[in-house]
């Protein structure tokens, strides 16, 4: 429900929205870009802070004369390509004097301009840093007071009166609050050096002023510096940090499989303040980068509470809905705590960089403890954890190679290395391959992958993007994966594949339209078929004939009078499923090449007994040979 809202804000809002930019037109093309990354994931919290991102950023758009690549590297549909043809073209021809130059850019198409529009301008003049004075933060800081509030016309069960004798026998059937949804946020900006701000939210049920609480369920507030000397960032309260490809901690959403199949690169890196609703994805305390020439040093530390249901210092699993209406998740909130502390070096140029990140968190003296199970097997457990990791790039003008390599305390490794090639302006091709250990574990991990966590999965991504002729470009991927152990609701190893091609034809600036195929399959425990249910039960008899055709060594009355009482007992299963019971079957290995039907068997007595109303046993040969090689794989 949370995902639709997201979605559904962000169509709301296309035709409802402003940018300071020299360009009107009538849709916002970028956030029909976000909308149709809301459509491709179920990470919402992430889109949700990627949408709040972006339009800051059309609050506080670039100016093109004086926009820097780290700059333009926050924009997650431009490539790398685009961006450095764009400061060539400024560094070879001067400043420019119009937004229209972009056309004169070779590797930025109309769809492209379209996108970026939002988020640049066109200065008069080039104006110096202002001084950090009071009186220059009084006359040019920037105030802004957003509130909201929603309330659902139609009425849940959970507002609902309940007698007291109800509440005190079943005491979750009643929300603790009020039906309605209110948030409050609050920021102050100073050209982009300095953001000061707080968030005070509760949600929809949870108590806002009543005998159980008084106030607002969750309060957020930062401070962050940037850009000041050496300094390149201070954050002090809540904050988001990502370094390298993800592997080891991002905060940060990027597209992975889009329409920008040859952009897979996690560009961000670094500290950004949280400046969001989202309860759970952020880090509270202090954190800071210095700059020494081409050296960036960050550390970073944070301290907090979380939700949990605890039991004896152990809890099985964090809570991170952000939802406290009913008296279990009261019980839940806030009930451990969680230590983390690191650090990044990174060397970077513009055609080289390598970075090494650190990062520990501890429980104290809780410790977590999933409930055993055969898919969760290498999940983490215990009171602590460390990630290592180290991130790279390395570059010329058509060839460029990246990736990080990381390792989790237990020893597990995991990595991501990536080949980007671009022979000419209209073709770019992408070829990465990803190794997650089923063993790593990184509770702050987030790379490129088809699950959710940066583990048990390896794959291949190949992505071609090609402009074959002016105003029309094809885009094309394919994801070939798998995952080495279970998964919740997978019970055995399992892969799949994702391929996508998509024709995009723009022939002016206000008008666009493509053409998309995707094709997704994924590998999942299988189903009753059509309704049926199917009993099978191995037998190893090595049946054989004599010369005379008597058969010999095959199940006798006990193994068909058990067969036929296994189906009896399944009845009321089947019944209460609507299922059939189509087949009950004796499966027995055979030297042959192939799978055959030896016969079937039955009992007279049970069939009389029954009315006919059971199935006769099949006999069924399974080559043993080739179900052995199957059982190996």
């Not at 009107?24 to 909308?35: A, G, L």
């Not at 202002?130 to 007071?145: D, F, M």
């Not at 189906?567 to 009321?572: G, I, P, V």
Request: glycine share 6%; aromatic share 16%; hydrophobic share 35%.
């Amino acid at each position: 429900m949370k995902r639709l809202f997201i979605i559904l804000s962000i169509i709301l809002l296309i035709n409802s929205y402003y940018a300071n930019s020299q360009i009107e037109y009538s849709v916002d093309k970028w956030m029909e870009y976000v909308e149709e990354l809301a459509l491709e994931t179920e990470d919402t919290e992430r889109i949700e802070s990627l949408y709040a991102d972006l339009s800051y950023l059309t609050e506080h758009p670039f100016d093109l004369n004086a926009v820097t690549e780290e700059q333009l590297k926050r924009l997650p549909f431009l490539s790398d390509r685009q961006i450095e043809q764009l400061l060539s073209y400024r560094k070879r021809y001067g400043n420019m004097v119009s937004i229209y130059e972009l056309k004169n850019i070779e590797d930025i198409d109309f769809q492209t301009i379209s996108l970026l529009l939002p988020f640049v301008y066109i200065g008069d003049n080039l104006v110096e840093k202002r001084l950090l004075t009071v009186k220059n933060l009084l006359k040019y800081g920037r105030n802004e007071l957003q509130i909201r509030y929603d309330q659902c016309f139609q009425q849940k069960k959970g507002y609902g009166e309940q007698t007291d004798s109800i509440l005190s026998l079943y005491p979750n059937r009643k929300y603790r609050g009020e039906p309605f949804y209110h948030s409050l946020r609050y920021s102050y900006t100073f050209e982009d050096r300095l953001q000061a701000g707080f968030v005070a939210e509760k949600d929809a049920g949870e108590p806002f002023w009543n005998a159980y609480h008084k106030g607002y369920d969750f309060y957020s507030a930062h401070l962050f510096l940037k850009d000041i000397n050496w300094l390149k960032s201070l954050a002090i309260g809540d904050y988001k940090m990502s370094f390298g490809q993800g592997l080891v901690i991002s905060n940060d959403f990027s597209p992975s499989r889009t329409a920008v199949v040859a952009q897979a690169e996690r560009r961000t890196n670094g500290f950004r303040r949280h400046f969001s609703t989202n309860e759970q994805d952020f880090f509270r305390g202090v954190a800071s980068t210095i700059t020494i020439k081409n050296l960036d040093i960050s550390v970073f530390y944070s301290y907090r509470k979380m939700d949990a249901a605890v039991d004896r210092l152990t809890f099985t699993s964090l809570k991170t809905d952000g939802l406290h209406r009913l008296q279990r998740d009261w019980e839940k909130r806030k009930m451990i705590t969680m230590q983390v502390y690191g650090g990044n070096i990174r060397y970077a140029t513009s055609h080289f960089h390598v970075g090494l990140t650190a990062l520990s968190y501890s429980f104290g003296k809780f410790k977590m403890d999933p409930d055993p199970k055969p898919y969760n097997l290498f999940y983490f457990r215990g009171s602590n954890n460390f990630n290592i990791g180290v991130d790279y790039m390395l570059k010329s003008n058509r060839i460029k190679f990246y990736g990080e390599t990381a390792l989790s305390k237990n020893g597990a490794i995991s990595t991501l290395n990536a080949l980007q090639l671009t022979p000419a302006s209209y073709i770019s091709f992408l070829v990465l391959y990803r190794y997650y250990d089923r063993r790593y574990q990184a509770l702050f991990g987030n790379a490129f992958s088809q699950g959710s966590t940066v583990q048990n999965e390896q794959g291949v991504y190949m992505g071609l993007q090609l402009t074959p002729i002016a105003r029309w470009k094809l885009s094309i991927y394919a994801d070939l994966f798998r995952f080495p152990w279970l998964k919740y609701g997978i019970d055995a190893p399992s892969g799949g594949q994702e391929y996508m091609a998509q024709i995009d034809y723009t022939p002016s600036r206000n008008y666009s339209a493509y053409l998309r195929y995707k094709y997704r399959q994924k590998e999942k425990n299988r189903t009753f078929e059509n309704d049926n249910l199917v009993i099978y039960d191995a037998k190893y008899y090595n049946t054989s004939f004599d010369e005379n055709g008597n058969i010999s060594n095959v199940p006798g009355i006990e193994s068909l009078t058990k067969q036929i009482l296994y189906e009896l007992a399944y009845r009321d299963f089947a019944t209460e499923n609507h299922l059939i019971i189509a087949k009950n079957s004796f499966l027995m290995p055979t030297e042959r090449d192939e799978d055959y039907i030896l016969g079937t068997g039955s009992l007279g007595l049970l069939k009389n007994h029954t009315n006919g109303d059971i199935n006769d046993i099949t006999i069924e040969m399974i080559a043993a040979e080739r179900a052995f090689h199957q059982y190996l794989k």
